[in-house]
């Protein structure tokens, strides 16, 4: 192939831009990335070798080599891994296909949004091969793919081109050189002690060596008498890193910066990871893993396209990125690493899908996550809290759809209610050792809003009462609520449903009496009311839980409320409507006017007064009135009359 030029996709352009001219970074970290890179590139032929041993013939030892040179201002990153085609060049090396590229350029937006500098955190995570612009003006790429004989090289000055050309390669690999500014500004970047350092700091747990010729200068003894002899320098190749990686090491030896770091190359977050689980199992099944909690919810938690699982490695083999297997989907926020000690090497991904050992360390697993939460919410409120904030939704999603651990799952659970502030949610066994005498059930209402629900005319017998009312206004409460049924012996019950029975022996027999008093008074009216709403109404009735207010509707025990019917609306689902039970306060002058309107013979307008019963009652849980038209109008007269 002759030499041909091409011009970077749009976005990569952009992305070099920013690694280029943000000046305040730490430019150290273009060696993770690329050392990181060359140490995929082995585990990649590991893996594909298992399958094609042909790609393994040459260097049997796979190691990384650095060469920093001063004269020439310029440092090569060498590897022995699979190496690339010329495709695979053309596409890693000139578009955004990749994942890290694509994560980092997600994170900056998302940083952008929270206003963070993008000077101040880019240096903090991925940006991948491109980093290597962070201190070299020029880079080249040479080389060869596992198994092919002809080797490429690929040229940029990170000026909106790159070349790619034919060249000798003697041995499969990849050869970067980074040619720094002549002027020896980034020369710090050439000493040997720096590059050390940088290894040792974010690059020790590479699995494979890295190597650089050291340069030792031995300062002989002088021998009696004599003059000390000249120093001796020798060179020596030494492996810089220790090879062990994070999850093999003892957690004594490991420091927070050492978690945190592992966590921002593995997870393309920039910010600190909210709890760290370094779990090593022992047993039947053994393995070891470290878990993460991110500080916060991506974007994508809840699209499909969403990349879920944690990193499987046997025997510190790597097997795959995304073992989605390792966990239950609402764990999906939990990023991470698995080694295995008991899987086969050629395990395939039809295998992980239903092997005996997987399942055993996911549940292994599950049970530790939510071990982990629970000690979290017990010891530490506020930061317990930040993660509900984040991740309370895919909790509930898995109270809906883990039967296995639903109980430990209801202990993690949080809710607004009529007693906190929106921002204070509490738990089921604090809302439950908080109930008062003769209280029995765990009382809820849904809805849109905290406000909404706040001001609903179904609290007010329950305030009253002083019972505590929890708030679902998240749409997937509505689903919680079909498995959270039961707490601790209790029942949870919707305060908008059914009848409400919140009165003792002796209170009943009290309200009986006034009721059916009541109810013989008003029997004509409510029929007449009936009359008028049949189409929407299945029962009007005398209300219990109303106290102020002079109307609200009701569902059925199991018929579906305003708040479902919203969201099952908003989701585009055909759905019939169940006609509901309109509930009046005979204690409400309203309904003694209506009963005058009503002995008195005046049709027409206990109708209209009917329906602006039913208007209210809508408006009051948030629904969309009836015919707003006639309600306004209904309105304007009524202030007239006033
Ligand atoms: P990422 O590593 O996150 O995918 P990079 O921009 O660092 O993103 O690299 C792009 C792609 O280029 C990699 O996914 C890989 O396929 C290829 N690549 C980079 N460095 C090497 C290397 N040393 N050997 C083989 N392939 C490499």
Not at 70 to 99: C, F, P, Q, R, Y
Not at 151 to 180: F, H, N, P
Request: proline fraction near 3%; charged fraction near 30%; aromatic fraction near 8%.
């Amino acid at each position: 192939m002759s030499k041909s030029t091409k011009t970077f996709q749009t976005e990569v352009q952009q992305l070099l831009d920013l690694v280029i001219h943000s000046l305040y970074t730490k430019k150290e970290i273009y060696l993770r990335e690329l050392i990181s890179n060359a140490s995929d590139a082995m585990d990649r032929l590991k893996f594909e070798g298992l399958t094609n041993d042909k790609l393994l013939e040459g260097d049997s030892e796979l190691f990384i080599k650095l060469t920093p040179d001063k004269d020439t201002h310029s440092i090569v990153i060498e590897d022995n891994g699979i190496g690339m085609s010329a495709e695979e060049l053309d596409t890693n090396l000139g578009t955004i296909a990749n994942s890290g590229t694509k994560g980092f350029l997600k994170s900056l937006q998302e940083a952008k949004e929270q206003g963070v500098e993008d000077n101040q955190f880019i240096g903090q995570f991925g940006v991948g091969f491109y980093a290597a612009f962070m201190i070299a003006e020029r880079v080249e790429v040479e080389t060869r793919r596992a198994g092919e004989t002809q080797g490429y090289k690929w040229e940029s000055a990170g000026d909106g081109q790159y070349s790619v050309e034919d060249v000798d390669k003697e041995s499969r690999g990849t050869k970067i050189t980074l040619y720094l500014p002549e002027d020896g500004k980034y020369d710090e970047y050439l000493e040997e002690w720096r590059i050390k350092n940088i290894v040792k700091q974010y690059s020790d747990y590479i699995t494979y060596p890295i190597k650089m010729d050291v340069t030792k200068t031995d300062y002989p003894q002088a021998a009696e008498g004599e003059d000390a002899p000249e120093p001796v320098t020798t060179i020596e190749e030494e492996t810089l890193n220790s090879m062990k990686p994070i999850w093999r090491r003892s957690k004594s030896e490991l420091t927070a910066d050492d978690y945190n770091e592992f966590y921002k190359r593995i997870s393309f977050d920039y910010t600190d990871p909210l709890e760290v689980i370094h779990y090593v199992a022992e047993g039947v099944t053994e393995f070891r893993s470290i878990l993460f909690i991110p500080g916060m919810a991506p974007m994508d938690m809840f699209s499909r396209e969403q990349k879920n699982g944690l990193q499987l490695y046997v025997k510190n083999i790597f097997i795959t990125d995304e073992c989605s297997e390792l966990l239950p989907e609402y764990m999906r926020f939990i990023k991470g690493v698995v080694d295995s000690s008991d899987l086969p090497l050629n395990v395939s991904r039809e295998m992980l899908q239903d092997d005996a050992i997987i399942r055993r360390i996911r549940k292994s697993l599950v049970n530790k996550v939510l071990s982990t939460l629970k000690d979290l919410k017990n010891k530490d409120a506020d930061k317990y809290l930040k993660f509900w904030e984040h991740f309370g939704k895919v909790i509930k999603e898995g109270i809906h759809l883990d039967m296995e651990n639903r109980e430990k799952l209801n202990e993690l659970v949080l809710f607004p209610s009529s007693k906190t502030e929106l921002e204070k949610p509490v738990s089921l066994k604090e809302y439950v050792e908080r109930m008062p005498e003769g209280q029995e059930e765990i009382y809820y209402i849904s809805g849109e809003s905290y406000e909404a629900v706040k001001a609903s005319p179904h609290l007010e017998a329950l305030n009253s009462k002083g019972y505590e009312v929890l708030f679902f206004i998240d749409p997937i409460d509505e689903w919680v609520a079909q498995s959270l049924t039961e707490y601790d012996g209790k029942k949870l019950k919707a305060i908008d449903r059914g009848d409400l029975d919140l009165d003792s022996e002796d209170e009943k027999k009290e309200k009986e009496e006034k009721l059916k008093g009541a109810e013989e008074e008003y029997k004509g009216l409510l029929e007449t009311i009936q009359k008028d709403l049949d189409a929407t109404v299945k029962e009007v009735r005398l209300s219990s839980r109303l106290t102020e207010s002079a109307v609200c509707l009701v569902a059925d025990e199991h018929g579906m409320n305003a708040n479902m019917e919203r969201i099952m609306k908003a989701m585009g689902q055909e759905f019939q409507p169940s006609k509901r039970i309109l509930e009046v306060n005979p204690e409400h002058p309203v309904l003694s006017k209506m009963r005058e309107l009503s002995t008195a013979g005046d049709v027409e307008k206990v109708k209209d007064y009917s329906s602006l019963l039913l208007n209210q009652a809508l408006l009051a849980e948030g629904s969309p009135i009836q015919d707003p038209n006639k309600f306004s109008k209904l309105i304007s007269e009524l202030m007239v009359q006033a």
